[in-house]
């Protein structure tokens, strides 16, 4: 697999895990700030679900494919836009892929907040005490993309 397309697929306990933690997100109760993501399928059309952890940095919004590019990756990509669902709020943002060069830092943040959770998903082994040139090394297979509110329809 290149680069480019891998992809740690989760099994099938994961997508037992996920689906729970979905139902909690929608519901308000939040595993670590995790939120629902809600994104049209680029093939199907249908809305797909899926539980991701943003992270919110400098007043910003970012979403990081700790899994390399999952399907979810790929979707918001073609797509260009997505909503993030926690409780009975929810915003459709914009989608902006990050270029590697500028993953860093947002990567080294994501992992200390959630490091304990996506270390051993990650495509690549790198931690928050990784340093500058393991990040940015991990950059071409780890999906960032930057979340900007679209105003309400």
């Not at 994961?14 to 109760?29: E, K, L, P, Q």
Request: hydrophobic share 40%; aromatic share 6%.
């Amino acid at each position: 697999m290149t680069a480019a397309t891998h992809y740690n697929k989760p099994g099938k306990s994961v997508a037992v895990f996920n689906s729970v933690v979905a139902w909690m997100a929608d519901r308000g109760i939040t595993l670590a700030g995790a939120r629902t993501l809600e994104v049209r399928g680029r093939k199907t059309g249908a809305i797909q679900r899926i539980p991701v952890n943003p992270l919110r940095l400098d007043g910003r919004t970012f979403l990081i494919g700790a899994r390399g590019e999952t399907q979810w990756a790929r979707n918001v990509r073609a797509s260009g836009e997505c909503t993030l669902r926690g409780g009975r709020t929810s915003t459709t943002y914009r989608v902006t892929e990050l270029a590697d060069a500028d993953k860093l830092p947002v990567l080294r943040p994501y992992l200390k907040r959630w490091g304990w959770e996506v270390a051993s998903l990650m495509p690549v082994k790198i931690s928050a005490d990784s340093s500058d040139s393991e990040l940015t090394a991990a950059g071409p297979v780890i999906p960032v993309f930057e979340l900007t509110p679209m105003p309400v329809r």
